[in-house]
């Protein structure tokens, strides 16, 4: 299921009493208010103003169900502490059941809901602002393709180019040594290269088409050297959301993101 899928659901769910679990934490590093994993002082009082707040309700019922979720988050996010980027957002209800969820590479701000229903507002809005998209990076060697949604990688396949062979395969996470043997520059490839390349190209952006619907893409970004991003975009049926004339080279992912989308 993706994001925008679970997000339907997540809007969709009511229940009788309150018994939904909202947290949104600050893990950014980066951020100066979360020196020294503060984070963890930040959860720990946060869900601790909820508990208390509970138990001066006098709501066994309630607290009960609280404190199952409670639990979970905290064992969760303790359990995933490697997986921590700039934020995590879960949902958590134990009757009827709810867990969703999500580390982030977005900004968050710090909350914690509960009510009888998951407040989705700002996992809305990251979502609007970083919304589940394929970024393709096309090189002389290969074809880059990242599956991101809110600021975050989900998958990275690289398809291969063999320019003597005419051939090109699939390789998961691995980064193409055929790209470092290659030359950067278009007048080192004759007219055979060139038409070789275009009809990788061609069937790389019939890969892309169907990895779009299959895979609930809002949008598909292009980015390269100019010659070879405006070549790339031209071979979709549908034109990109954006075609940036930049070779992104060794830039790390979360970065490659980060830029692509600050210039939409």
Not at 45 to 66: C, I, P, W
Not at 142 to 166: K, Q
Not at 177 to 206: P, W
């Amino acid at each position: 299921m993706n994001v925008s899928e679970e997000l339907k659901k997540l809007k969709a769910f009511r229940c009788d009493d309150r018994c939904v679990l909202s947290v949104y934490l600050n893990t950014n590093p980066a951020d100066p208010d979360q020196q020294q994993a503060a984070w963890r002082i930040h959860l720990k009082s946060g869900l601790k103003r909820l508990d208390e707040y509970l138990v001066a309700s006098g709501d066994e019922k309630e607290l009960t169900a609280f404190r199952l979720v409670k639990d979970k988050v905290m064992k969760e996010i303790e359990h995933n502490q490697g997986e921590l980027a700039k934020g995590a957002v879960i949902f958590a209800a134990a009757e009827p059941e709810i867990w969703s969820v999500h580390f982030v590479q977005v900004a968050v701000k710090t909350s914690f809901h509960w009510e009888n229903h998951a407040m989705t507002d700002e996992l809305e809005y990251m979502l609007k602002a970083y919304p589940e998209s394929g970024i393709v990076l096309p090189s002389y060697g290969e074809v880059r393709i990242l599956d991101t949604a809110m600021g975050r990688i989900r998958d990275e396949t690289v398809y291969e180019f063999d320019s003597g062979l005419d051939v090109w395969k699939e390789q998961k996470g691995v980064k193409s040594s055929i790209q470092r043997g290659v030359g950067g520059h278009t007048d080192e490839f004759d007219q055979r290269l060139r038409a070789n390349l275009g009809r990788f190209y061609k069937e790389m952006g019939s890969i892309v088409g169907k990895m779009k619907s299959k895979r609930g893409w809002k949008e598909v970004h292009v980015a390269g050297e100019a010659e070879l991003a405006k070549s790339f975009a031209s071979t979709l049926r549908e034109k990109p959301e954006s075609c940036i004339h930049k070779n992104f080279g060794r830039t790390k992912n979360d970065q490659i993101i980060q830029k692509i989308f600050e210039s939409r």
